[in-house]
Nanobody, 119 residues
């Protein structure tokens, strides 16, 4: 089992920045990758960024956030971060941290953190 806790959400004006944190506990060594999803009211959940936990440290981004968001990890703190810059009202959503773990690639979700961007 993996337990995830997100933090760092809040309200910001357009053009501003926020950094989301995701702290993992439990079977940390089983985590293969961590991703950030978001879901805006009335919209489908969207995968926006991901990072592998191997030495390749591969990252990927949705086109909607590429060049504005950056995902990173700190193995010492068991943390994954999402640095968000140039935020726009359309970035308003609940942001979720997700860990893919184990041989069967089970996914574990955090509780979500609200990000609100005003124009």
């Amino acid at each position: 089992q993996v337990h995830l806790v997100e933090s760092g959400g809040g309200s910001v004006q357009a053009g501003g920045s926020l950094r989301l944190s995701c702290i993992a506990s439990g079977n940390i060594l089983s985590i293969r990758a961590v991703a950030w999803f978001r879901q805006a009211p009335g919209k489908q959940r969207e995968l926006i960024a991901g990072i592998t936990t191997d030495t390749d440290n591969r990252t990927n981004y949705a086109d909607s956030v590429k060049g504005r968001f950056a995902i990173s990890r700190d193995n010492v703190k068991n943390a994954v971060y999402l640095q968000m810059s140039s935020l726009q009202p359309e970035d308003t959503a609940v942001y979720y941290c997700v860990a893919v773990a184990g041989v069967e690639a089970h996914d574990f979700w955090g509780q979500g953190t609200q990000v609100t961007v005003s124009s």
